[in-house]
């Protein structure tokens, strides 16, 4: 199937440095598709060139199976930048009809009387932007990239500057949209725990290059070192302790205060431990199976970088 967004080997120079350096990933129909990296990594030049706003340097870059030139995609695609956009001497609703003007939109009122309930700005509508706070002009901003009903929304860092209620207000229109609108989503993020919340699939970027791409669980699954936690009564004594770790299937790391962790070879079940450690009297009060996090990818793969 078509990917809705396709980059192949672009590179981008700027001031006489490589900023991209021969990226490449495609996102699927229906992908919320989260672009991870730090400060200065390479996604708002990447989504710049994705909107055409920045020709690439070499690569093919391809949205929803066309040139990002012709008008007729750019007709297909909805945007946030870093800067709002946003007219501070408008209301919400001015706002909405010049942008809809620029993308002769039909049918106007109905449509902005529905994206400012899609995103709780009804009450708002008539109020200057210029009063607005940060979590209500981007969701205003969210509003505007959505007026013309595009397929394909690319946002670079949506909650950026926004608290963290408003943060989860976001995410949730964001989810809400994609699904009730049925939209192929591309966000820029720093923040680890949004992708996780909401991206199905991810790429990391790191100085102009893509470290790691795919499924986010998949990724997860790589990573996931298979750790056991077990949380017991009270702690088990020294000796039982140097008993527990020569036995090297088991994988003992440490004992922290009442929690024993194991990294167990892969024929070792969980119930195999939990076995051997009740023979020895101990009293296990909880066992869990530690889950990699994006933050240990992320931080793996910047700890790699370093090396
Ligand atoms: N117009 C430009 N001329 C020269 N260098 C630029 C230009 N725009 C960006 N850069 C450089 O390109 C690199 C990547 O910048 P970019 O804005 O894409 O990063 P980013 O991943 O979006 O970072 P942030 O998380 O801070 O937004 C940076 O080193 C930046 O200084
Ligand atoms: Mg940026």
């Known amino acids: 199937m078509q990917p809705e967004i396709g980059i192949e080997n672009v590179k981008k120079i700027l001031g006489g440095r490589e900023i991209l350096k021969g990226i490449s990933f495609t996102v699927g129909k229906g992908d919320i598709f989260g672009y991870l990296g730090p400060n200065g990594a ?25 040139d990002i030139n012709s008008s007729e995609t750019r007709q297909k695609i909805g945007f946030i930048l870093d800067a709002d956009g946003l007219y501070n001497n408008m209301t919400a609703v001015e706002n909405l009809e010049y942008y809809a003007c620029i993308y002769k939109v039909s049918n106007i009122q109905k449509r902005i009387d529905y994206v400012l309930a899609a995103v709780g700005l009804k009450e708002r509508a ?5 009063t607005f706070s940060k979590g209500m002009r981007q969701r205003l901003a969210l ?3 959505i007026m013309h009903d595009p397929d394909v929304l690319i946002l670079d860092e949506p909650t950026s500057g926004v608290d963290p209620s408003g943060q989860i207000e976001l995410r949730k229109i964001l989810l809400d949209v994609a699904h009730t609108e049925k939209k192929t989503i591309f966000l820029s993020s720093h ?6 919340r909401i991206c199905n699939r991810i790429a990391l970027i790191d100085r102009g290059e893509i470290k790691r791409y795919g499924e986010l669980e998949k990724l997860k699954k790589e990573m996931d070192r298979g750790e056991v936690v077990i949380k017991m009564a009270a702690p088990i004594s020294e000796s039982l302790l140097t008993e527990l770790k020569g ?13 024993l962790i194991f990294s167990p070879s892969k024929d070792t079940a969980i119930s195999d431990i939990v076995s051997l450690l009740t023979e020895k009297g101990v009293k296990i009060e909880e066992v869990t199976k530690k889950e990699a996090s994006l933050e240990e990818l992320y931080s793996a793969i910047v700890r790699e ?3």
């Open 191 to 196: 923040n680890l725990d949004e992708v996780q």
């Open 247 to 259: 036995l090297t299937h088991l994988g003992l790391q440490d004992q922290k205060g009442t929690v």
């Open 42 to 66: 390479g996604k708002t030049t990447t989504i710049r060139i994705l909107l055409g706003l920045f020709q690439a340097s070499a690569g093919r870059v391809q949205v929803l199976g066309q």
């Open 126 to 130: 008539r109020d200057r932007v210029g």
């Open 143 to 145: 509003a505007r990239s």
């Open 305 to 307: 970088v370093e090396q």
